[in-house]
């Protein structure tokens, strides 16, 4: 399985790509929502995309908003990756097309419990 | 929209809190320490290199609050920070970065102003993150900082109806210790050495170096330890030797396979060895970033406005030449803003515009790069700079007078010239430019000062672009090779038959060598390292000289061969030979022997030792030149030994020769009845240290000059010509006997001092000044 | 407990060094001269592309300068200063001494050779010098200016 992580901090691109890795899946990586487009395009769809949602040149909003227009990206499920100051956003996330979300600081329980949810976590 | 949440979903935090504990566990069980390590070192360098941008990008928001860019990017910045530590477990960074993101977000949203005390309580909170930071490089821990006071402030500055007066009420806004998944595992498995961070209030720069390359982990770059780059580093200066030893065999060799193969060796080789250099290069703007924040804290510290302007920014050096011109530079900036900007109401005053300028400039010139320190400050007083060097005896009272602006001013480089007592706080910390000077001079660098009184100053540092690995030219003396950095390097002379038996003239015992027209001291390289005794020179045999130039003085190296010009890879000496002045360090040459690499400007000064003084700079000739260049009448005589002398006509009453025998004494001063006077005889070679001439003349040559009433004889060995010509005066060989020396009809001339040989003919016995002329 | 020391002779007389120090030996190598260095200062050398400073023992000791010929062997120590190559005339065996057969240098003994050597152990047929490293390796360099011995000849 495939995931994408967009997110403009290299400390959380790290920490998500171990945790997901360890949960068998191979990531591909973006700074922001321009460049998780460009990703995208070049490595074709995704299985997950975890999204920050505060990021220059474009944000998670924004990149939810973008990848939803192409039916390519349907069956990708987007989890929004923000803090508890950002819980208004979520719902707007959701709207534009989100899946879920997961609040930092988060435990990899957190994450796990939310990839059963997606059913994203069939060799856990 | 509103993101500032206030109103955070408790339920949410209740579920989180009650996984986290089962789940902290397991991560810490299933992710190995060094990957750990990783994130942890990655998470240091990005939010150090975050609070940098936060501190430039803060300064700038000053300037132009209503930017939206700019707050969005600072907000962003202390979001990402609050959010990579709350994933970290990083409590002391959320509770820090939360104040001061509710701060900033309310801002954002229009409902509060960026005002002065805003800007510096979040500039403080910066710095405080960078010192928790610190002590998470340093310990591993968060450490036990107290940070309530900040909290405390950014808190109450939250509050609309806030004086600055009132004691702010303590915070009750803060999130709940965050137990988040990694606290545990997170923390290296020993014990957290015990805290040594310095308190809160204290804004310290935890100066952490930061590995950033300007490498990202993603897209075309990537981010390389610096230790892996100088072990790669190091790694091509051998095989630039072993390169350089294969060139030397195979040029011996007339296998065509084997010369083509060794040929293509070398030029990947070259190629390897720029492309790693090039790995190295950052550019200097890397450390003019934390200059923004510097000057305001400068500024605002003394009361004064400045303006940053910085021009080449991306011109590139090495990074340990970067490294090594850090604290100079942030001193050089700390001294324009303390001593050279004026306060806004002296430049006002003075038609200037009350906010100072301080431009900084880096540009590439000659393979060196060039950087260029300039404010429109006041200038240095010379005058206090006189003063000083005067209470702090570097000059004599009578030199001061006699120093040109420039040599004035050299003085502020001179050790013990800026002393604690002296020192403001902000220029402070008890380093002087003489520190600076011998920072720059060690990286191979030069600096230069140039003012204006009442329009500013400017500093120009020049410094080469790497050190590791050198063009240098390799000469031989006394039977051993020496390489000679190719940056000092100015020109080759060399001179055959008949040019070099009377190349080297002397004065004062001083070897000298015209250089068309310019007198150039001379220094033999093998005497000067105290090789065996120079065998006289057979006639006709060549002289090679090297033409050296240091930050101050121009020289001619005289050695036996030159060999070479050839990359080498420099290398230290050990601890043993760390003292040897002449010796920047040692490299392995083609055939695997060690030569050792001269220090130009160790040896300069060496040479001055035993030699002659040579402390005047060129430019001073140069800048002397134009003043002395008057169309002159000089009486020109030979004083025997090749010696030659001029005297201003003007001065001359009469010529006059004596015979020997009418010579008498009068005490110990010879003296000869003229014109029904007694006058005094003075021995011109004698006062000058020359040896006495064996053998006195039957007939005395003598120019007679009169001062006041009473008239002198000059005795000379012969008088030669009169001329009259623009003679450029060196003012380096100036004495009290002579105003220097200069190139009259191409022999190197003693401009005589008359006044000078007359006070010193009446006031000493002529054996003692014999003593004394010898320091002439 | 006895202790290893690696042996080697100067002038005929017997030195030893502790072996834990000794990083190679190696043969007799041309040393770049480096002129205005102390008189003890042989030269450099070069050790696989890292640059050594070879000290001729004798003459730090005091001894009697060697035959013109003479090839000397380097001894190649780890010193605080990092490597430093001691030039000595012959190589000996490794040999364990006995702390108890250990005397300090009689009174009679002085200069270079008090403070480079710590004491004497008493072999069977022979005496052993045990240099001291440390300080065989405190060098006074000559400050410039000043001629050293061979400056001055």
Known sequence: MKALVVDDSNTMRAVLRRILQMRGFETVEAKHGVEALHVLAQTGTADLALVDWNMPEMNGLQFVTEVRKNPTHAQMRIMMVTTETGLHEVQSAIDAGATDYLMKPFTTGQVDDKLALLGLDSHA | MNECGESADSRIRTKQGALQSRLDRRFSAETAMEELDEIFSEFLIEANEVLDQFDRDMVELEKDPSSRTLLDGIFRGIHTIKGTSGVLGLDKLVSISHVGETLLCRMRDGEMRLTPESTTALLAMSDSLRQVLGAIAASGSEGDGDFSALIRLLTSLLDPQHTSSEPAAPSTDLPAANQSMAAAALTPAQDPPPETAPPASVKTETAREQKDLGGDALGNTIRVDVTLLDKLMNLVGELVLARNQIMQLTSVQTEPALTGAAQRLSHITSELQSSVMKTRMQPIGTIWHKLPRLLRDLARGCGKEVELITEGAETELDRTILEAIKDPLTHVIRNAVDHGIETPEQRSRNGKNPAGQLTLRAYHEGGKVNIEIRDDGAGVNLDAVKRKALERRLIEPGEADRMSERELLSLIFQPGFSTAQQVTNISGRGVGMDVVKTNITKIGGTIDLQSTPGQGTTLTIKIPLTLAIIPALIVTSASNRFAIPQVSLVELVRLEGEAAAHAIEYIHNTPVYRLRGTLLPIVYLDQELGAAARQTKEDGQAITIVVLQTESNVFGLVVDEVNDSEEIVVKPLGNLLRGLSCYAGATIMGDGRVALILDVMGLAQKARVVGEQRTRTTETVVEKTQMDMELESWLLADLGGARRVAIPLDRVHRLEEFPASAMEWSGNQSVIQYRGEIMPMISVAQLLGMARISEPAATMQATVVSRGDRRYALLVDRIVDIVEQQIVVDPSRKTALCAGSAVIEEHVTDVLDVEGIIDASLFHTAELLTAQAGSC | ?153
Do not use: W
């Open chain 3, 1 to 153: 407990m006895a202790h290893q020391m690696c042996t080697f002779v100067l002038d005929r007389l017997l030195f030893a060094v502790e072996v834990e120090r000794v990083q190679e030996v190696i043969r007799y190598q041309d040393a770049t001269p480096v002129l205005t260095a102390p008189d003890s200062i042989a030269g450099l050398i070069n050790l696989r592309g890292q640059i050594v400073t070879a000290i001729d023992l004798r003459r730090r000791i005091g001894l009697r300068e060697r035959e013109q010929d003479a090839r000397p062997m380097n001894i190649v120590v780890r010193a605080a200063e990092g490597a430093v190559s001691l030039l000595v005339d012959e190589i000996g065996e490794v040999v364990e001494v006995d702390p108890e057969s250990f005397e300090p240098l009689p009174e009679t003994i002085t200069g270079s050779m008090r403070t480079t050597t710590s004491g004497v152990y008493k072999l069977e047929h022979a005496l052993l010098h045990a240099l001291d490293l440390a300080a065989t390796l405190q060098i006074s360099a000559a400050p410039d200016g000043h001629l050293s011995k061979r400056e001055a000849d």
